[in-house]
């Protein structure tokens, strides 16, 4: 019997130093250990990354969100997130693109 428990969860990037306008990344994550244990996974965004990498990973805090049930409910959440504070309009925001459903949709196409 496997007794691998996975959480699913959407979270807040905080960048408590920008060098620039992007200060915050939202996105969703799986993981084979607690949220709040998941302290290597930071996040897919290029921008986001390279930041990290480039000022130290002390001026960033990871923030748990909520937690879901399914992979699926923290990819429509994360939808809604993008959608309700424009990530890929908003310079503030690391996101380039507005997830829809789960799907990364450049904002050019939108």
């Not at 996975?6 to 990037?13: A, E, H, N």
């Not at 060098?19 to 996040?43: A, R, T, W």
């Not at 990871?62 to 997130?81: D, F, G, V, Y």
Request: charge should be neutral; hydrophobic fraction near 25%.
């Amino acid at each position: 019997m496997n007794t691998y428990t996975k959480y699913y969860y959407t979270y807040i990037i905080t960048n408590n130093n920008p060098l620039n306008n992007e200060q915050f990344y939202i996105g969703c994550s799986s993981s084979g250990v607690k949220p709040e244990d998941d302290v290597k996974y930071m996040g897919s965004s290029y921008y986001l990354t390279y930041d990290i990498k480039q000022q130290g990973i002390k001026h960033f805090k990871k923030e748990i969100i909520a937690e879901w049930s399914t992979r699926e409910e923290a990819m429509l959440h994360e939808s809604r997130l993008h959608r309700d504070f424009d990530v890929a309009n908003d310079p503030t925001y690391y996101n380039k693109m507005n997830s829809k459903k789960g799907f990364t949709v450049n904002k050019l196409t939108n």
